[in-house]
């Protein structure tokens, strides 16, 4: 009987389960639609009452005024009504209190929210480089009465730096202290990065101690933009601080701090320093190839020929990847050149150190490696940082070089490539390389000593100032301007090629010498045209009634730039050329 009841029981089948799972999900489904049917005839009976008693208040007689009632003795009941009335004013005293402090708290939030739209378009305008709409937009800000925030600054801040705009840079955080608003770590950062491409690298030095001062904790990229900057301005002492503070704040070093201040070290010629910090990153596992071509190239012009040859092994077993973010920015990254520049990055680490081999190579054929005949970096002869303060005398060519060989002058020289080819190609003439940055004053300096140029003068400095304070008159036969930076912005004050700067170029130039500009920006050589059409009492183009040429000369020459443009498929180029007419007066110096 027992065992008939146990075989009566069977377990139901997967099918039956899935029907009754399906069953009892209808019911649940029904019971929320009956909830939710329930909560929304709630709402209109609500609804209803509400309307019912607003309308039984209109309608209803005014009330007569209480009658004046006589004394009696409290009670009880007396005592708690009061309570009540008491507790009824204070709640509803409470209630608009709460009402105001909701109105000033959307009030609040939608300021907030008008603040964030507008932080976000000047970040885009200062992202794009249109600093005039940003500052628009500040404006407008400002009059709506709303609150900057540091977010706010620190976009106004960027863009100032990427529109070249210091100054201005500098007036907003002067504002900032003003309003009692704290920067933070990326505000500083941004105002560094600045700084540094300006050459104030001490007073980015002095803005990283104001951060500790503070309690303002830098990060990474706060330390490699100084170290970037004091590689590019030449500034050992702010780099090696700036490193050991990073040791201090116990900030480890990436393969960006370990390329700029290695390069740092090799081109102020430490190269003790500079291989205690390959061995650094050897201890890290850190292979990079551009500190190890830049050691081979300070070894090489050192004399040592055996740390030369090591450093070049470096070099064949490392890469160079790791620290192009700091090179390339969100810009040409967003264009999507930044792959094409890391590519010419590798290939131009790849002939530093085919110049570096070539150079031993030579250097073992003749019998050893002997001194640069003028000099090592930066104590060489034929190297000139102008214009030196307290100093009002003017260059002479005919002493610096000892020859009375005409003079031919490139103003923004970058890497090098393009003067060192045509020195090479012209022994009799005299070139002159105008750079202002440091970085690229010594890159100038090692490819022409490599070649053993002796007809080839590197000028640091400001061009303006080199030209206003240290050339004479009529002292130049030609003058070249090849690849100039075009304004980064419509209103900046940071252009190159205006009529007061090419005034000083006819001063210079000898009657019948001529000015030469090449650039592959259609717009920025359309506005150097229209300089020149300003200057027709003293300029002549040489291309008659056509105002520039869109073929460049046979044998011209090459550069990094030009390279750089070519690899990246744009290949039409602007030449520029102006003859200098022949004024009363004319003088040569005696130069």
């Known amino acids: 009987m027992e065992k008939s009841k146990n075989t009566s029981k069977r377990k139901r089948q997967p099918e039956e389960a899935a029907e009754d799972s399906a069953e009892a999900a209808k019911r649940k489904a029904r019971r929320g639609t009956n909830d939710r049917q329930k909560e929304r005839r709630k709402v209109k009976w609500l609804e209803k009452r509400a309307r019912h008693r607003a309308e039984k208040q209109l309608t209803a007689p005014p009330k007569p005024p209480p009658e004046a009632a006589a004394p009696k003795e409290s009670s009880k009941k007396q005592k708690k009504q009061k309570k009540q009335k008491k507790q009824k004013t204070t709640d509803d005293q409470q209630a608009d209190g709460n009402g105001h402090d909701q109105a000033q708290k959307h009030g609040r939030n939608e300021e907030h929210n008008e603040v964030v739209f507008y932080n976000k378009l000047i970040s885009q305008y200062g992202n794009k480089k249109q600093f005039g709409r940003a500052l628009e937009v500040y404006d407008e800000l400002v009059s709506k009465g709303y609150r900057p925030t540091v977010y706010t600054f620190t976009n106004l801040i960027n863009a100032c730096v990427r529109c070249g705009e210091i100054s201005r840079a500098r007036e907003f955080l002067a504002t900032m202290e ?27 030095g002095a803005i990283l101690d104001t951060m500790h ?24 002492d702010t780099a090696c601080k700036t490193f050991e503070a990073m040791v201090t704040a116990e900030i480890k070093a990436d393969v960006a701090s370990f390329e700029y201040y290695g390069k740092t070290l090799c081109q102020a010629m430490h190269l003790d320093d500079a291989l205690k910090l390959v061995e650094q990153m050897s201890q890290r596992g850190i292979k990079h190839s551009p500190v190890f071509a830049a050691l081979a190239t300070a070894s090489a012009l050192a004399g040592d020929a055996a740390g030369a040859r090591r450093a070049l092994d470096g070099v064949a077993t490392s890469n160079a990847d790791g620290s192009s973010e700091y090179y390339a920015d969100a810009e040409a990254q967003a264009r999507g050149s930044a792959q094409l520049f890391q590519k010419m990055r590798n290939e131009e680490i790849q002939r530093e150190a085919a110049r570096v081999r070539e150079y031993l190579d030579a250097a073992d054929a003749a019998g050893g490696l002997e001194a640069p005949a003028h000099g090592v970096f930066p104590e060489s002869s034929r190297v000139k940082f102008l214009p030196q303060e307290g100093s009002t005398r003017r260059l002479r060519f005919k002493k610096l070089f000892g020859n009375k060989h005409p003079v031919r002058i490139e103003v923004c020289s970058g890497h090098g490539d393009w003067i060192a080819e045509r020195a090479a190609q012209d022994p009799g003439s005299n070139w002159t390389a105008v750079e202002i940055r440091y970085e690229r004053v010594f890159q100038i300096w090692s490819k022409s000593a490599f070649r053993k140029l002796d007809n080839v003068l590197v000028l640091g400095g400001e061009a303006n100032a080199i030209f206003s304070s240290c050339i004479g008159d009529s002292t130049a036969d030609e003058v070249f301007v090849n690849y100039p930076d075009p304004p980064v912005w419509e209103g900046s004050s940071q252009r190159l090629l205006n009529a007061d ?13 001529c000015a030469t500009i090449v650039t592959d920006d259609k717009p920025y050589a359309d506005s150097v045209v229209a300089e020149f059409a300003t200057l027709t009492d003293i300029f002549a183009s040489a291309f008659g009634d056509e105002p520039l040429s869109t073929t460049l000369p046979e044998g011209y020459g090459s550069s990094y730039f030009d390279r750089f443009w070519i690899n990246g498929k744009r290949t039409k180029r602007y030449f520029i050329k102006y003859l200098r007419l022949e004024q009363s007066g004319d003088e040569e110096d005696e130069s």
């Open 501 to 513: 700067f090419l005034r000083q170029v006819h001063r210079v130039l000898r009657p019948g010498g």
């Open 213 to 236: 001062e503070r309690d303002i904790r830098p990060n990474l990229r706060t330390f490699n933009t100084i170290l970037r900057g004091c590689w590019r301005c030449g500034d050992l």
């Open 178 to 204: 003003e309003q009692k608003i704290m920067p933070n770590e990326v505000t500083y950062t941004a105002l560094l990065k600045g700084l540094c491409q300006e050459g104030f690298t001490g007073e980015a």
